[in-house]
C-alpha cells in the first residue's frame, strides 16, 4: 500500500491525469495555472480552483476570518493573472465547522467580496457545507482573446527571466494573507510586452523555476546575486524555496526584455533573474563567485 | 456571538449573499441550481460548484473511493441538468488526507472520470491539497441558448409539478453515492415540453418544494398518495424529508403535462404529484382523507 507521501503532490498529479481525455475545446487541460477552453471564435475561457483548508493553508488563530477570505479569492485572480486573462465570474464552495459564528462566516465573505470588486470579479454563488475544518474552493472564469492565453510551456532559448515584487517570507510577514495579486502589472505586460511563458509563484521559486523549465522543456540558468530578496526572506535561499509569494515569473524575448526595462512605469516592479540558455529541463542557479550548481525544486510539498 | 447552528444553512446565505454585485453578464447568480453567465450573444453558460466533506456527506468506511469520486462529479452534472444545460467542463479541487494510499486517491478520479465520460464533460484541470478530511469540491461549466435556462423562479399558477423517478431512503440504499444524474431526462424536457421551472432534489422533496414556491412566489398543493416512494424510504414521510434523491423537481404548464404524458417515452420515469394553485410561497399536502396541512420544510438541515 503506497502512501501518498510516497510519490509527492507531482508525481500524484501525474498519475491521476495521465488517463484524462478531453475534446478539442480544451485548448489547455491540467498543468498550468488555468485550464484554457475554447467558448466561440472570439472568446476564450480560463478555468482554474484553489482549495485552503484551515490548518494546511492558514491556521484560524493566525489569520482573521477577513484574511482568509481575501487570500482565498487573491489566489484564484493571480491564477487568471497569470495567464494574462481577465477574471470574469467566481463561484465559491465554503465548508463551515459548526462552532464558527455568524460573525466569521460574514468575514469571509467581506474578504472574498473586497477582493472580487477590486478586480472586477463577480462572485455568483456556490456551495455553503459543514466541515470539520473550515475549507474555502474558489472556481475562477476568466476570460482572454483566443490565442492570447499565456501558457508555461511557451519559454524559448533566448529569453530573459522576470520576476514581479520580492520573494520570500510570506508566511512571518504575513504576506501569504494579504497579497496584492498582481493583475495590474500582468495586464501591462500583456499589452505591451507579451511574455512567452508566465506564471504565478506559488510554491517557491526554485519549484517554480522547474515548471516552467518542465513545461518548456528549457533549461534556464538564474542568478543568485538578481533574485530580489524581500526582507521578511532574509536569505535568498527563503526567496528561492518559501513559496506563497503570488509574484509572477515571467520569460521574455530579448529585445522584449530590453525595451521593457527601458520604458516600464515604475509601478511594474520588475527584476531580471536568469536567461534561457539551451534545452531539455533543467535549472541551475549562479552564485555570486560564478560557479554553478543544480537548483533543486525543493520548495513546499503538499504531501 | 451567533453561531452558525442559530441561523441555518439558508439563513446563513441570505445574510452572505445580500450585498452581492453583479454586472449585466449575470443573468441568475445566487439561488439556483448553477449561475447562468452571459457568455455571448449565441451563449450563455452555467456554472455550478458542489462541497463533498468526509463525515458530512459519505463516510469513508461506508463509501468505495470510486462512490466518493462519482458522486461529486454526478452531483455537478446533476445541478447543471436540473438548468436545461448540457455539462461540458469540470474541474476539480481534492483535499487529501496523507494517510490515504494512492490506490485511494486513483479510485476517486476512476469515480469522477466515469461520470465525466458518461456524460461529456472534460475534465480539465483542479487543485490537490492536504486536508485532514477527504473534500472534494466540483466547479462545472454546462452551457445552454441564451434565455433557455430553467430557473426555480418560472413556476405559475395552474402549472402540474412533477418529479423523476422515486424518493426517499437514499442513504440507506446507497443510492446517493450511486445514482445516475437526470441529464437524458432533463434534455428531452427541455426538447420536448420546456419546464417552467425545475431543480434537483437534493435537500428532501419537502425542502425544495419549498424553495420552488419561493422563488416562484407561488403556492403548492402536492397530494400525498401520488409521491413515488421509493422501496428504501418505506413512508412518504421519508420520501418527503431524506433528500439526496438527485431526482429532478419540475413543473409544467397544464396543456403541455397532458401531451406530455401521453406521448413520453418508458425511459423518461416522470409522476404528477401536484398543483400550483395560487400566489403566495405556500407548500400545502393533501392527505389521502382530503384533509390539507402545511408541509414544513424540514429536510436535510447543513448545519
Not at 89 to 118: C, D, H, N, Q
Amino acid at each position: 500500500m503506497m502512501r501518498l507521501s510516497a510519490v509527492g503532490e507531482f508525481g500524484l498529479i501525474r498519475r491521476l491525469t495521465r488517463s484524462l481525455r478531453t475534446d478539442r475545446d480544451v485548448v489547455r487541460g491540467v498543468g498550468d495555472d488555468a485550464a484554457v477552453l475554447r467558448v466561440s471564435r472570439r472568446c476564450w475561457w480560463l478555468l482554474s480552483t484553489d482549495m485552503l483548508v484551515e490548518g494546511v493553508h492558514f491556521r484560524r488563530r493566525q489569520a482573521t476570518p477577513y484574511q482568509i477570505g481575501w487570500k482565498a479569492m487573491a489566489c484564484g485572480v493571480s491564477d487568471i493573472a497569470a495567464m494574462g486573462g481577465r477574471p470574469r465570474f467566481a463561484a465559491v464552495s465554503v465548508g463551515l465547522p459548526a462552532r464558527l459564528t455568524v460573525a466569521e462566516a460574514e468575514g469571509i465573505y467581506r474578504g472574498l467580496t473586497a477582493v472580487a470588486r477590486r478586480f472586477g470579479v463577480n462572485l455568483v454563488g456556490g456551495d455553503t457545507v459543514r466541515a470539520a475544518r473550515l475549507t474555502i474552493d474558489v472556481a475562477i472564469i476568466g476570460e482572454t482573446k483566443p490565442g492570447a492565453a499565456v501558457l508555461r510551456s511557451g519559454a524559448r532559448v533566448g529569453d530573459r527571466i522576470f520576476v514581479t515584487g520580492r520573494l520570500g517570507g510570506s508566511y512571518p510577514s504575513r504576506k501569504h494573507l494579504t497579497f496584492t495579486p498582481r493583475l495590474r502589472e500582468a495586464q501591462y505586460l500583456m499589452r505591451h510586452a507579451r511574455p512567452s511563458a508566465m506564471m504565478d509563484i506559488s510554491d517557491g521559486l526554485a519549484s517554480d523555476l522547474w515548471r516552467i523549465a518542465e513545461a518548456s522543456r528549457v533549461s534556464l540558468v538564474v542568478d543568485e546575486e538578481q533574485i530580489p530578496v524581500s526582507r521578511a526572506a532574509g536569505s535568498v535561499w527563503h526567496a528561492l524555496m518559501d513559496g506563497e509569494d503570488f509574484e509572477l515569473l515571467f520569460t521574455l524575448r530579448p529585445a522584449v526584455a530590453r525595451r521593457l526595462c527601458r520604458t516600464r512605469p515604475s509601478w511594474v516592479r520588475m527584476t531580471e533573474i536568469g536567461t534561457v540558455v539551451g534545452r531539455g529541463a533543467a535549472v541551475r542557479l549562479r552564485r555570486g563567485d560564478g560557479r554553478m550548481r543544480v537548483l533543486r525544486p525543493e520548495g513546499y510539498r503538499h504531501f
